[in-house]
């Protein structure tokens, strides 16, 4: 069974940090990694998505990477802002399941 | 475009009550997932539907729960004599095609007394 653990579970830096948050998974037969964004009582919203194929995937000031070899995620984010405070969870699906396994997230606070 | 609605936003049910839960995908979108996801936890896997079609429920935790989407849109996720363990946010996600990205809904926040 797929297990994901994402480090750290809490991070506070000051506004203007690059930073990386990481995501491990026990499986490497993943065929999908998903990176989202939960803001407090609301729902995910869908950051980035790396397909089986790929190795990374970029969307403005965000960066993610798969190595399934080391089964590890990473989401890099550049030149932080205060509303990137959210938790950040990553969530992979394969090995037979269709349905996405999820890390308990990182809880993200950037100080303005 | 409107994007995954859920309903009731809140539902709080004395234990023992019946509850119903809906979900509105994306239009169009064939893939349909529910989530449970505890607090302070990431979302667990439910069951999965592929238009009407329900493929894989495995992660249900107990025959009390039971999910639907008979015309492969709306999908409805039933509770039934509920206890205080499942109070939790139930999410639901829909997708595209038979791989791809998910989408999700606001969820439904189920509270037991």
């Known amino acids: 069974k797929q297990e994901v653990t994402q480090i750290p579970a809490a991070l506070s830096v000051p506004e203007g940090e690059n930073l990386v948050l990481n995501c491990s998974f026990t499986d490497s037969a993943i065929y999908n990694l998903q990176w989202f964004r939960q803001d407090p009582g609301k729902g995910l919203t869908s950051l980035l998505l790396?397909?089986?194929?790929?190795r990374e995937q970029t969307s403005g000031r965000l960066n993610a990477s798969l190595d399934k070899s080391s089964g590890r995620s990473t989401l890099y984010i550049a030149a932080s802002q205060p509303g990137d405070s959210a938790t950040y969870l990553c969530a992979g699906s394969g090995g037979g399941a269709d349905g996405l396994t999820f890390g308990k997230g990182t809880h993200l606070i950037i100080q303005p | 475009g409107a994007g995954v609605s859920q309903s009731p936003r809140y539902k709080v049910a004395k234990r023992g009550q019946d509850v119903a839960l809906r979900c509105d995908p994306i239009?169009?979108?064939?893939?349909l997932f529910w989530y449970q996801q505890a607090l302070g936890q990431g979302p667990e896997f439910l069951t999965y539907?592929?238009?009407?079609?329900?493929?894989?429920k495995s992660g249900l935790p107990s025959d009390r729960f039971f999910a639907e989407r008979p015309e492969g849109s709306v999908s409805t996720l039933k509770i039934q004599r509920t206890q205080q363990e499942d109070s939790a946010v139930y999410l639901c996600?829909?997708?595209?095609?038979?791989?791809?990205?998910?989408?999700f809904g606001p969820g439904t926040r189920l509270t037991v007394t």
């Open positions: 539907f592929q238009n009407e079609a329900q493929l894989d």
């Open positions: 239009s169009g979108h064939v893939s």
């Open positions: 996600a829909s997708r595209s095609g038979r791989v791809g990205e998910q989408y």
């Open positions: 790396i397909q089986s194929s790929q």
